[in-house]
């Protein structure tokens, strides 16, 4: 594997995204960790990433030379770069001035690193200090305004290094950066595809679960889809999916867990019908945190029982957990890191049920996670499934939650999704909240009429994490076949509107 180490960058996991996508697995190691532990690990190649402080300010991360020299391939990154080119002879300007964004590189010599790259082409920076010499040795190969050394590399060594961010997509030939280093310098085989990663997350869970019992909750999401998908490959009949159907789920999405997700892996599964128990707990309440107590509580109930009914009739030794690499990464990287938020997830499960959380997905990028789900036989429209949220539709529908409400909501937001994807777009798309504002009215006309109705909004977003996100900006036909359907064919509404606000100041949702 390829251990990319953290010196404090956003970027450390992207990089390791990248890598993967050049076939060739690969973790993120904290630039904490002493580096016997990292020799340890027997790394094939190894990455240093950027961080955002100078080599020179106090507290900045260091490079231990050891791993320089232990004839392991390394590319440095940005601030990997530089503390690379420091730690080999070779001299760290502080000019002062900075490089941000998009700037032109020219390339004087492309060697092994840049071979076969066009002469001058733009990448994305952000550094202070830059390389004026390089260490000897080292052929350099590039050049920007602000960065005198901008590439360099020591092919006998093995040692590569480049100032810019090869791994955003904003630089021009960035991929082919990295597959340079991995494929021509570290001479690595490109042998990581979704086929290997279920073999290898079916030979662990199969060691780790033995001849004991498995429950796992399915939530109609690719997370929970795809990690039920991974453990009905490993363990078949010892695995029991729980599905609570509590009614606030879109068009068509019950069905194809009840109907096509089964047909899919032939998992055991369990349907609490509890509709109208949510529906009832919802009566009359309108605000959003209330609405998500309840649905949280009552999915808890629902959950519960039927893991006690299960655990009564065969023992129930672990619990699925749809843990995802990222979260590990965050909550710390090792072994067992991520079940503080886990246990977190789980919460409100009684402590007399004792399970050990099993995580078929913490390897996995969300990116693999659907690789994996197609290499796993699951149809294309539960992979590629947009998130949705626990509470669903109940927090859409801005006032109180009916039958008839969530009849209307789900039409217009079929309406909208069907549109969507007919302009293939869907996954251009991060999320396409479709909410009703089921205690406005405005005046509208229709046929001969006078109408008194609601308002939809539309709410198409793009983001890559959820974290922050941005409008998306729909084609204006697109937007109005979704407006001019939903106005015809759902009853009460009379108007479509657009959502045009980021993420901050707006959030994804609307409660
Ligand atoms: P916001 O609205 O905070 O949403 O921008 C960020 C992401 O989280 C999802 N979301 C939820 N997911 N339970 C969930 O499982 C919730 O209560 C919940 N609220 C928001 C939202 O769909 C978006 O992807």
Redesign the pocket.
């Known amino acids: 594997k390829v251990l990319v180490v953290d010196f404090g960058a956003q970027y450390a996991q992207l990089i390791a995204r990248r890598v993967r996508e050049a076939a060739v697995y690969s973790e993120i190691v904290s630039s904490k960790i002493d580096a016997d532990a990292i020799l340890a690990q027997r790394p094939a190649a190894i990455i240093l990433s950027g961080g955002p402080s100078s080599v020179y300010e106090e507290g900045a991360p260091q490079l231990d030379p050891r791993l320089l020299e232990a004839g392991i391939p390394v590319l440095g990154i940005c601030y990997g770069f530089q503390a690379m080119a420091q730690a080999l002879g070779g001299t760290v300007n502080r000019t002062g001035q900075r490089e941000y964004g998009r700037t032109p590189l020219s390339i004087h010599d492309g060697g092994c690193l840049l071979g076969s790259f066009p002469n001058t082409l733009n990448v994305w920076m952000s550094h202070g200090d830059s390389v004026s010499r390089a260490p000897k040795g080292f052929q350099v190969l590039a050049r920007t305004a602000g960065a005198p050394v901008a590439a360099f590399e020591d092919v006998s060594r093995k040692l590569a290094g480049v100032q810019w961010h090869p791994e955003v997509l904003h630089s021009q030939w960035g991929q082919q950066v990295l597959e340079h280093f991995l494929f021509d310098i570290a001479r690595l085989t490109p042998d990581w595809t979704p086929a290997n990663l279920v073999t290898e997350t079916v030979d662990a869970v199969r060691t780790q679960v033995g001849d004991r019992h498995v429950l796992c909750a399915l939530s109609g999401g690719v997370d929970s889809a795809v990690a039920a998908a991974l453990m009905q490959r490993a363990i078949g009949s010892q695995l029991t999916c729980v599905f609570v159907d509590h009614g606030l789920l879109r068009e068509g999405e019950a069905e194809q867990v009840k109907e096509d997700f089964v047909a899919a892996t032939g998992v055991d599964l369990v349907v609490a019908d509890e509709r109208e128990r949510f529906l009832g707990a919802l009566a009359g309440v309108t605000d959003p945190e209330e609405k ?1 107590k309840i649905i949280g509580r009552e999915f808890i109930r629902t959950f519960e029982a039927a893991a006690r009914e299960l655990a009564g009739e065969r023992g129930i030794d672990f619990l699925v957990q749809g843990t995802l690499y990222p979260d590990v990464v965050e909550s710390g990287g090792g072994e067992g890191a991520a079940n503080i938020k886990s246990h977190h997830n789980v919460g409100g499960l009684p402590d007399d049920l004792q399970f050990t959380l099993i995580e078929p997905l913490r390897r996995m990028f969300k990116d693999e996670v659907r690789a994996v789900g197609l290499e796993l036989g699951l149809p294309e429209e539960i992979v590629w499934r947009h ?5 669903g539709l109940a ?1 859409r529908i801005i006032g109180e939650v009916t039958e008839d409400r969530l009849t209307t909501l789900r039409q217009a937001d079929a309406i909208a999704r069907h549109e969507l994807a007919e302009a293939r777009l869907e996954r251009e798309i991060w ?1 396409f ?1 479709v909410v009703l504002l089921a205690d406005v009215r405005s005046v509208g006309v229709q046929g001969d009429g006078r109408t008194y109705g609601h308002p939809i909004v539309l709410r198409p977003v793009v983001s890559d994490d ?1 974290m922050t ?1 941005d409008w998306a900006r729909l084609p204006y036909d697109v937007l109005e076949k979704i407006s001019s359907r939903i106005t015809n064919e759902c009853v009460e509404v009379n108007r479509v509107v657009v959502d045009i606000t980021s ?1 901050p100041p707006g ?3 609307w409660e």
């Open positions: 998500r998130p949705f949220p626990g509470p927090i999320q909240p959820a996100a993420k959030t994804i949702e």
